[in-house]
């Protein structure tokens, strides 16, 4: 089935700096959609993509649909404490309300 | 507004039991998905349903089936409950289904953990 791949699975960064991170698949999507998850909570959107190519910010959140349609690259600026949790990509498919995600990247940020 | 609710917050169950978990979707929503979470397989689509019936499945056994009542509100089910079954189960809702290049939002619940001893 489609895959969708996330590494690392945890990445452990200082307050106030910068992170990148990517979701690649060998299959191509019209849609990307970056998730955030807190402990308790379920999955909140956290930006969503449409075309290719395509940079949306949501605040110090900046996320690309990656030209090829294959990939999509999530960067947090300035990290703050609160921006801990696991982010997840996904995609709609099949009939579109069926999101398949990756396996997440567990952030962990040291004050 | 409030959100999409999901009770029982947390179950215990034993092998071979039944179970029965409830989603109440954010008021006006009419879709309803369900996600079994694990750490092994990370987030996978069960089913979604829409003016009470199912539009799309995963690919769960059938010990897992779901249903959703007119006023939206859905209800999971698994029977002969197994080991394997426990996971956080997230229900999540929107306007409608998504169709086409269209992405109907979907915003989830805090889930309902299910511990199978």
């Known amino acids: 089935g489609q895959q969708l791949n996330q590494s690392p699975q945890s990445m452990f960064i200082q307050e106030g700096e910068d992170v990148s991170m990517n979701c690649t698949s060998s299959?191509?999507?019209?849609?990307w959609l970056w998730y955030k998850q807190e402990p308790g909570e379920g999955p909140v959107l956290l930006i969503a993509?449409?075309?290719?190519?395509e940079l949306t910010s949501n605040g110090r959140l900046t996320a690309q649909f990656g030209i090829t349609r294959k990939d999509s690259f999530l960067n947090i600026s300035a990290s703050i404490p609160s921006d801990v949790g696991i982010y997840f990509c996904?995609?709609?498919?099949?009939?579109?309300?069926?999101?398949?995600f990756g396996k997440g990247i567990t952030l962990s940020v040291r004050p | 507004k409030a959100g999409v609710t999901q009770t029982p917050r947390y179950l215990i169950k034993t092998r071979g039991q039944q179970v029965t978990l409830s989603c109440s979707p954010i008021?006006?929503?009419?879709?309803v998905s369900w996600y079994q979470q694990t750490p092994g397989q990370g987030l996978q689509f069960l089913f979604e349903?829409?003016?009470?019936?199912?539009?799309n499945k995963g690919n769960f056994p059938g010990r897992f089936s779901g249903r959703q009542f007119s006023n939206s509100r859905s209800e999971m089910n698994v029977s002969t409950l197994e080991l394997g079954d426990s996971a956080l189960y997230l229900c999540?809702?929107?306007?409608?289904?998504?169709?086409?290049?269209?992405?109907?939002?979907?915003?989830f619940g805090p889930g309902t953990r299910l511990t199978v001893l």
């Open positions: 996904a995609v709609p498919t099949g009939a579109n309300s069926k999101l398949t």
């Open positions: 999540a809702s929107s306007l409608v289904p998504s169709g086409g290049h269209l992405y109907n939002e979907q915003f």
């Open positions: 299959s191509i999507f019209n849609t």
């Open positions: 008021s006006g929503h009419r879709s």
């Open positions: 993509l449409y075309k290719a190519g």
């Open positions: 349903y829409f003016s009470e019936t199912q539009r």
